[in-house]
């Protein structure tokens, strides 16, 4: 019988904590959770995880320093870096004629704020990153805030083949998981899984609890398509299963 993922949850508000871990052990996941990235580095050193799931800003550390700690430590393991809310899409609550660059404005602005502070106590002095959004305007905002920290990828659409096949090179891929076309994200995420499981994800979307129970995109209340918490790691899990073994702690 094949033994069901385990995976670790590290998120420090205690109501979202709770939900991802029921979310994640009503779809069969093993799951164990922690409030912080010391907590979540004794587990890690102590028990064996398929997975690490964890929110951007922790009690004691943003997520983007804590995976690259791990890194050195040498923990490789799949790990998906988000931000959620616990409440439920209110009727409405989106203007759907709002500017798309007005709804992502708040949530940009903080994976920025977060990006920058962990860049300035990096002991790489240019992390490698590979940052895919479909808008143009809103990649453009994303590399002016960082292009004197990091060095930036961007590649264009006819060119996200040869760039998922070099993202198992860099410390970070941002994604932006909504998109209108859903086979074109899903073709996205899916060479990214296949490519580099363990390079880590930050999905660049603030998540939410949707009808039916799914974890979704907070955009996709305005009818565009979003990647499933669930299923992106679920399916980083798989194809890091598939990949050769690294070393744990």
């Not at 609890?209 to 009818?223: F, N, T, V």
Request: glycine share 4%; aromatic share 4%; proline share 7%.
């Amino acid at each position: 019988m094949t033994q069901p993922p385990s995976l670790l949850v590290c998120e420090t508000h205690e109501p979202v904590r709770q939900q991802l871990t029921r979310r994640f052990q009503s779809a069969g996941f093993q799951v164990r959770a922690c409030d912080s990235a010391q907590h979540a580095l004794r587990m890690l050193e102590r028990q064996r995880f398929d997975a690490l799931l964890t929110g951007l800003m922790l009690r004691d550390q943003d997520a983007v320093t804590f995976v690259r700690e791990l890194d050195i430590l040498g923990i490789h393991l799949p790990t998906v870096i988000s931000s959620f809310q616990t409440t439920l899409p209110a009727p409405n609550r989106i203007d759907p004629d709002e500017p798309d660059w007005v709804r992502k404005a708040a949530e940009q602005a903080r994976v920025i704020f977060t990006l920058k502070a962990s860049f300035r106590y990096s002991d790489r002095l240019r992390p490698r990153i590979l940052h895919i959004e479909p808008d143009a305007f809103s990649a453009s905002l994303v590399r002016a805030a960082l292009e004197k920290h990091a060095d930036i990828r961007q590649p264009a659409a006819d060119a996200l083949p040869e760039a998922t096949s070099t993202a198992a090179g860099c410390d970070l891929v941002i994604l932006t998981p909504v998109d209108e076309h859903p086979e074109r994200l899903e073709g996205i995420f899916h060479r990214l899984a296949a490519d580099s499981p363990n390079t880590p994800l930050l999905l660049h979307a603030r998540y939410i609890l949707h009808a039916q129970g799914r974890l979704l995109p907070e955009a996709c209340d305005l009818g565009l398509h979003g990647l499933d918490l669930v299923e992106v790691v679920n399916t980083l899990i798989l194809h890091g299963r598939e990949a050769p073994l690294c070393a744990q702690a």
